[in-house]
């Protein structure tokens, strides 16, 4: 069993939905837990970390952390084309562990 | 926000030459630096951890003589493919732990700045 464990997708949606993209984990002893943005052909970037359970929000984006079920979201509001990326799930205990990235299509 | 540099971009390369690829950060002091690399639609997977000024530490299953990784000051660490196979070729992508932000609350994760990735290609 892997780790960290995401849907790889694809997944398309209309521009303005909202869209959730979600990571299971094993290891209790994961402590932080990121959200990062991949375009094609680049380097991830770090859109949103959170420590402890619950919700943190940042303008269109939303993260939310459930400890007791081992299981984390990203939420996107009014989705844009612009959106369209992978969007990686990592953790970290003493090193960063990657789920395999949801690859998002948020079309016109 | 903190920019870290990897050169070359992309690289094609004949079996069995070796090929070195830089990772900076241009604007922070990095004393550790990490080595990704990622298969077409995989995750990324740590390769190793660089040190300045010491050696790299190497996860499971990565040929520490095969990748060389040097960190000889706080702002460059390098990374050598050495007698590259077509099997090796993949993304590699370097990332960097702002030494000065690792011990603040909003930096305790030791945020990671990534570089834009080089490509190899071996043929």
């Known amino acids: 069993q892997k780790e960290v464990e995401q849907d790889p997708g694809p997944l398309s949606v209309p521009e303005g939905a909202i869209v959730s993209l979600n990571c299971t984990y094993s290891n209790s002893a994961f402590q932080y837990f990121m959200w990062y943005r991949q375009y094609s052909r680049k380097g991830p970037e770090l859109l949103m970390y959170?420590?402890?359970?619950g919700n943190k929000e940042d303008g269109r984006f939303t993260a939310q952390v459930d400890k007791s079920s081992k299981y984390i979201s990203l939420f996107i509001r009014d989705s844009q084309p612009s959106d369209s990326a992978t969007y990686l799930c990592?953790?970290?205990?003493?090193?960063?562990?990657f789920g395999t990235g949801t690859r998002l299509q948020v079309f016109p | 926000g903190a920019v870290v540099s990897q050169h070359p971009s992309w690289v094609i390369c004949k079996s069995g030459t070796s090929v070195k690829i830089e990772c900076r950060s241009l604007?922070?002091?990095?004393?550790?630096m990490f080595w990704y690399r990622q298969f077409p639609k995989q995750s990324l997977m740590l390769m190793a951890t660089s040190n300045e000024g010491s050696k790299a530490t190497y996860e499971q299953g990565v040929e520490k003589d095969k990748f060389l990784i040097n960190h000889a000051s706080l702002t460059l660490s390098t990374l050598t493919v050495t007698s590259a196979h077509p099997e090796d070729s993949s993304f590699y992508i370097c990332?960097?732990?702002?030494?000065?932000?690792?011990?603040?609350?909003?930096?305790?994760?030791?945020?990671?700045?990534f570089g834009e990735g080089s490509r190899l290609t071996v043929l």
């Open positions: 990592a953790m970290k205990t003493d090193k960063l562990i």
């Open positions: 604007d922070f002091q990095a004393t550790t």
């Open positions: 959170t420590y402890s359970s």
């Open positions: 990332s960097a732990r702002d030494s000065w932000s690792s011990g603040r609350a909003s930096g305790n994760t030791g945020e990671l700045f």
